[in-house]
């Protein structure tokens, strides 16, 4: 299984990010959970058992790459700082409020 955690700084809250986050992990059979910051980042936790499909959809939340979802123009990915994690294992996508 492949994890990993990402923050996602930019204008990312408030301008429907983390539906387009959950559109493309759905779409690629991602697992994990999405939620806002205190600081105004956006974290990911992404689960694969498919490397390049957690490859393709790190690309995807960076800008680098389409999704069928579509990417407000009001948001605006500036930075994702991305790195391996470990937590226990999702069934599903979803935003944690």
């Known amino acids: 299984?492949?994890?990993?955690?990402?923050?996602?700084?930019g204008r990312v809250q408030g301008v429907g990010f983390r539906y387009f986050v959950i559109i493309s992990a759905r779409e690629?059979?991602?697992l994990g959970r999405v939620w806002n910051n205190d600081d105004g980042t956006v974290e990911i936790l992404a689960q694969t058992e498919d490397e390049k499909k957690l490859e393709e959809f790190t690309a995807i939340v960076r800008?680098?790459?389409?999704?069928?979802?579509?990417?407000?123009?009001?948001?605006?990915?500036?930075?994702?700082k991305s790195s391996p994690a470990n937590?226990?294992?999702?069934?599903?996508?979803?935003?944690?409020?």
Do not use: H, Q, W
């Open 1 to 9: 299984m492949f994890k990993v955690k990402m923050i996602v700084s």
């Open 28 to 30: 690629l059979g991602i």
């Open 63 to 80: 800008g680098e790459k389409s999704s069928k979802g579509r990417l407000s123009p009001f948001a605006k990915v500036t930075d994702v």
């Open 87 to 97: 937590f226990p294992d999702f069934t599903d996508f979803n935003i944690k409020y």
